[in-house]
């Protein structure tokens, strides 16, 4: 039967009750109330034929007219035919003798005459009468007058109107009633009503053709629904509820059974939840979906089966194939489908439309259709990414031509940044009978694959790829492909037999020389003490320009660790990044540039990337390039000086990747993650850091290099300057054997200056500052200023100003906030000793909002420690100060009150000592928070503190 809701409104949302109105359904129900006053004024019989899709609101229509019929002095009787009962005879005519109070004298002759004409052949409805004078005819004829008279003596002062819903699912003999019914209406005040849903073929085309041809026949067709009225059934015409009827249309197609459903898995309180995300199967839209499929014949749910596999535009010719029919044979299910909101175009409408098929198949039934599917695709010629699919989920390679599709799917897979899929493809591979060429292959492929979803899963498949390449059964492309996975698992030696054994293999195949090259590099930078011998090899020189995107890659990379003047790595990571950060499956490729970045001291660069590759979906499938991404985007971030957005991306990279995991590479996130414990003063935190265990290896490697620098900065600030000493010569003695004293990767010297202050050994740490500012090509901005802040400390006073402003100065532009407040708090003591306090004052108090705006409380407390008077500065929030009512953050409204003044954003970044992005990504808050679209609304919402907050920072400034 018609959904009974499908097409009614209700009251609003928690107070709904029994009573509908109808939606959009205006007009038919007009028609049908004109043909009641008809009936009645001109005692004429009238017929109407309801039609339209299942679940297009048919039975709503029938019972809402049946409620004003029963108001307007009309008698009802009803009834419903039923896919179950279609061999019942005259069991919907009985409903309709049921559906009102005959006295029993009046029923006991009808339904004895109905016994007896159940038992007698009946002629398909409308078919040609026969003469009279049979068995058949003698039965039937006193039954059919007995029906019509006692019909007759129903309709009293009002007319009388029988209702038959789902009637192409009646019984045949019920539907001889009707027409003999329906042909005695020119003069008797009765209505019949009849509804019809769309089929792929009528069920009685002879008793439909008699209907169509009856005088005062009408047909009433109810169309889906519109967006206008869908918004009046979600909750009026807001803008809110008119974007959701939007996204229900998209849905359902205007289908009011769906609709409904969409509109009840809405949550409670009527937001805007996408109801088509994160639910379970059988829930409200799923049954709708079934609803509809089941109410129709089999053929028509066996190709909504069809298309939910494929999953794909389809068409007919290929969907007459893999259901083993005519293709003109699956064009009347999808004329039904599209009818029904099921289908737009050649495919099923919407994603969950399709899961709730695909759900309601068993197991075994989704395998065969898949099999069949991708036996099909492939005679049609689809691509291997489309059959392997199939394949896949038949878990079925059977066939010779599979395993050429699934390595070929794979390999697409790997290049477009889908590992998880090029492993399913290669699972199925490793089951079907292949040679050893291609099992060697398939094996290389598998650990690229799946080590980019776990790389703890590809230790022992690496193992046997090295005795199978020592053994010389493996071509020289899979011994090098191996080679970054052994160095990642810190198996240096083994990595070094693949590469150089591929070095003295004369025969490889073309491109081997580019790939085997990348190698070398990629051996030399990862363990850079074989980066000597690489300079020193024949043909070593710049060739990258012209070599593979992942040769120029490496190559950026080598010039940040060994930085010469004819060589910018700057630039070519640029322009590595902007040329392929939109390709899919780049993450590998790109790492490398992003070190080269952050190996410059461009910490700011490498988080503007870095946020947009995390942004992109492919990074959604490749955890381990996503954990290698938030890994260099939290060491970014902290030496930007954001402690919270760095510890917040190195946790989630080891929870992408858990620290067994990450083999050497753990020295990344662990070196962050310390060194954002320590300068937040939680040093029991940071010590549980220090204690996960690390790989040996790891030390062997330049982000050793950062987890040695990090442990040193721990140990002084616990007191510990002999340890601390002790991390930061071995890092300088590493990085001066390696050729790679880069202070933006390691600041040793730097670093050994502060524990030399920190036990009063002035002298010495003025002699490593200094040496620090002379290293050729090898000092940042960021560690310029660094070197300059502590320089300045061992200064006489008239040179440590000078100092303090240039060291400032670079910091601001760096974007490192946390040195710039220590800068500015060093800039404030010396003020104060100068005697100009106010000043004093006023830059402390900026370095003490700094500090908290990047999570620094233990250096924001030393900081008031230090200022005269003591006590937080006047004017400013403690940690603990509530937000708000409008919800901005102090640097926010700071920022905000300087735009709403005029200033650009450079002058903002000028005057607040902060990058000009910080400004930025602050105003797009602000906006957002306020509800402001422009820079000029600003004022009206600032005005009350505005003009105070500005004063306070021009006069920081001065």
Known sequence: MSASIGASGAAPRGKRGRHTVLVQREEQMSRLRRAFHACEEQQRGQVALVTGAVGSGKTSLLESFSEWTKSAGGRVLAAAGSRAERGLPLGVLGQLLHSTRFDEEATAPLQGLMRDAA?????????????????ADRAWA???????????????PGPLVLFVDDVHHADPASLHCLLYVTRRLRHAPIMVVLAEASALRPAHPLFRAELLSQPHFSRITLPPLTVDAIARLVDGETGAARETAERCFSMTGGNPLLTRAFIDERSPDGTDDDPTQELAFGDAFDQAVLGCLYRHEPGVRRVAQALAVLSRPTPAELLGHLLDMVPEAAVPAVRVLRTSGLMKGDQLRHPRILRSILADMSPEERRGMHQRAAEVLHEHGAEPTTVAEHLVAAGWADAGWTVPVLQDAAAHALASGRPDVATSCLRLVTRAEVDEPQRAATAAMMVNARWQVNPLTVNGQLTHLVETARAGRWSTADALAAVPYLLWQGR??????????CAADDDGPAGAPGRLRAMQLLLALSHPERLASLRDAPGAGGRAA????????LTALGAALSPIAEHDAVTAAEQMLHRHHADDGTLPLLT?????????????????????????????HAPVWRAVIRALRAEAALRLGDLPGAEDHARAALEDVPAPAWGVAVAGPLATLIACATEAGRF???????AQPVPPGMFRTPLGLHYLTARARHHLALGRPHAASADLRRCGELMRAWGVDVAALAPWRLELARVQLGIGNKTHATQLLQEQLRVPHGVDDRTRGRTLRLLATTAAPDHRRKLLSEAVNLLQSCGDRLEL????????QTLQRAGDSARARLLVRRAYQLAQDCGASVLAQRLVRREPGGGIPAGYPTAETPEPEDGLSEAERRVAALAAQGHTNRQISSKLFITVSTVEQHLT?????LDVKRRTDLPARLVAHAEPLAEEVSGAAV
């Open 546 to 553: 012209a070599g593979s995107p992942q040769l120029q890659a």
């Open 821 to 828: 407040v220590r800068a500015l708090g060093d800039t404030g």
């Open 925 to 929: 808050r602000v906006y957002r928070k």
């Open 684 to 690: 029991g935190e940071a010590d549980r850091w220090l």
């Open 492 to 501: 240096l030696e083994e990595a070094a037999e693949m590469v150089e054994g």
């Open 142 to 156: 006193p039954l059919l007058h007995g029906l019509f008279t006692a019909l007759l003596d129903l309709a009293g």
């Open 119 to 135: 038992a007698v052949p009946l002629p398909e409805p409308g078919a040609d009468a026969a003469d009279g004078s049979s068995a």
């Open 592 to 620: 490398a540039p992003l070190l080269a970045l952050l190996w410059s001291g461009r910490a700011d660069r490498v988080a503007v990337w870095g946020d947009l590759l995390l942004d992109r979906p492919a990074v959604r």
